[in-house]
Antibody, heavy 122, light 110 residues
Framework: EVQLVESGGGLVRPGGSLRLSCAAS????????INWVRQAPGKGLEWVSS????????YYADSVKGRFTISRDNAKNSVYLQMNSLRAEDTAVYYC???????????????WGQGTLVTVSS | QSALTQPASVSGSPGQSITISCTGT?????????VSWYQQHPGKAPKLMIY???NRPSGVSNRFSGSKSGNTASLTISGLQSEDEADYYC??????????FGGGTKLTVL
């Protein structure tokens, strides 16, 4: 069974940092691109970042570019999102999600984690 | 990149069919067949319903279908059921290494 489990969310002050993790199981992790998608309370979905299967291709939304860094460790079946200089508008549930077609990064995702809440507030 | 345009809400009675539109531009929906649709129930993670404009993942009911004409993609749900009541989001590849989502449509089953 494919599973994605996020962790690392919590309450952080503006300007602070958090590192989210996404642990994957049930599939050949190194074959798939992984994405982070967030959803602010009561709002819609917003794509945040993606990393290709071999980390050769990394993409960020303009809203997080220069502040967030995505990485992966295929030996540990994990993806990470280092979030620095956090702002109130980064408050959201953060989901990691797998691209539906192995070896591609077209941002169509089939499996999602349960999400982890990040709250940026003083 | 601007968000794709979806109606804020649609409604239908059990057994009926409804269609949710998703309007983009000639830079995203109009040129790429990498359009996907997601269903989200309150407090839950989104679920992929359609990808590549028309493809249904394994396990998704054949009551759900996708199509595209020009810059507008559509999700049609036939034989509406109470459990279909949820928020629906479309998404499209944009060719500049990022996807764009629609604002979401709340489906109410009357």
């Amino acid at each position: 069974e494919v599973q994605l489990v996020e962790s690392g969310g919590g309450l952080v002050r503006p300007g602070g940092s958090l590192r989210l993790s996404c642990a994957a199981s049930g599939f050949t992790f190194s074959d798939y691109s992984i994405n982070w998608v967030r959803q602010a309370p009561g709002k819609g979905l917003e794509w945040v970042s993606s990393i290709s299967s071999n980390s050769n291709y990394i993409y960020y939304a303009d809203s997080v570019k220069g502040r967030f860094t995505i990485s992966r460790d295929n030996a540990k079946n994990s993806v990470y999102l280092q979030m620095n200089s956090l702002r109130a508008e980064d408050t959201a549930v953060y989901y990691c999600a797998r691209d539906v077609v192995p070896g591609t990064t077209f941002f169509m995702v089939d499996y999602w984690g349960q999400g982890t809440l990040v709250t940026v507030s003083s | 990149q601007s968000a794709l345009t979806q109606p804020a809400s649609v409604s239908g009675s059990p057994g009926q069919s409804i269609t949710i539109s998703c309007t983009g531009t000639s830079s995203d929906v109009g040129v790429y067949n990498y359009v996907s649709w997601y269903q989200q129930h309150p407090g839950k993670a989104p679920k992929l319903m359609i990808y590549d404009v028309t493809n249904r993942p394994s396990g998704v009911s054949n009551r759900f279908s996708g199509s595209k004409s020009g810059n507008t993609a559509s999700l049609t749900i036939s034989g509406l059921q109470s459990e279909d009541e949820a928020d629906y989001y479309c998404s499209s590849y944009t060719g500049i290494s990022s996807p764009v989502f629609g604002g979401g449509t709340k489906l109410t089953v009357l």
